[in-house]
T-cell receptor, first 114, second 108 residues
Framework: EAQVTQNPRYLITVTGKKLTVTCSQN?????MSWYRQDPGLGLRQIYY???????DKGDVPEGYKVSRKEKRNFPLILESPSPNQTSLYFC?????????????FGNGTRLTVT | GQNIDQPTEMTATEGAIVQINCTYQ??????LFWYQQHAGEAPTFLSY????GLEEKGRFSSFLSRSKGYSYLLLKELQMKDSASYLC?????????FGSGTKLNVKP
């Protein structure tokens, strides 16, 4: 089944403790991206990747890192999480660099930073 | 951002037709998507417009007018399962810009 898999679904952590949210897709998509969703603000793009070893900032990259060492994986790293990073996170992928191609979303990761 | 505006919430009756509007302020973009998102779930793709005009996909249609900075999503023969948020999304220079979404409540 074609899908984007995120893990974990729920995560509670403390300020400053490094964490990684994994994202993997099995559709051979070139384009992958991360979003956070906050009430009243909609989804905002954190980082995106056009292909292996090619990443770029979205609208809200501060406090996040990403890597794209393999085509299928695009982990999101929070080196020193803070309470303002409490949010619902989605990973998504699409083919042909997103052009004319819809995003396929993972099921989301609800992160709470205390 | 792209200053994407959508109504926050709408209510409609089962079996009816509803139009969800989206306005934006941007000098140019590659295309405009519409997504559906049920509460607590991931968004799912509904429709895509790159040229002006109407795109029809079953009960769902989407319209785009670039000159007017305007799009709408039309849902026909509303069903209870259509109760969800509807997201207007611009794609421009490899980035996606999401509106805050319109929560649609379908009542019997």
């Amino acid at each position: 089944e074609a899908q984007v898999t995120q893990n974990p679904r729920y995560l509670i952590t403390v300020t400053g403790k490094k964490l990684t949210v994994t994202c993997s897709q099995n559709m051979n998509h070139e384009y992958m991206s991360w979003y956070r969703q906050d009430p009243g603000l909609g989804l905002r793009q954190i980082y995106y990747s056009m292909n292996v070893e090619v990443t770029d900032k979205g609208d809200v990259p501060e406090g996040y890192k990403v890597s794209r060492k393999e085509k299928r994986n695009f982990p999101l790293i929070l080196e020193s999480p803070s309470p303002n990073q409490t949010s619902l996170y989605f990973c998504a992928s699409s083919s042909r660099s997103g052009r004319n191609s819809p995003l396929h979303f993972g099921n989301g990761t609800r992160l709470t930073v205390t | 951002g792209q200053n994407i505006d959508q109504p926050t919430e709408m209510t409609a009756t089962e079996g009816a037709i509803v139009q969800i509007n989206c306005t934006y302020q941007t000098s140019g973009f590659n295309g405009l998507f519409w997504y559906q998102q049920h509460a607590g779930e991931a968004p799912t793709f509904l429709s895509y417009n790159v040229l002006d005009g109407l795109e029809e996909k079953g009960r769902f249609s989407s319209f785009l007018s670039r000159s007017k900075g305007y799009s709408y999503l039309l849902l026909k023969e509303l069903q209870m399962k259509d109760s969800a948020s509807y997201l207007c999304v611009l794609f421009n220079f490899n980035k996606f810009y999401f509106g805050s979404g319109t929560k649609l409540n379908v009542k019997p």
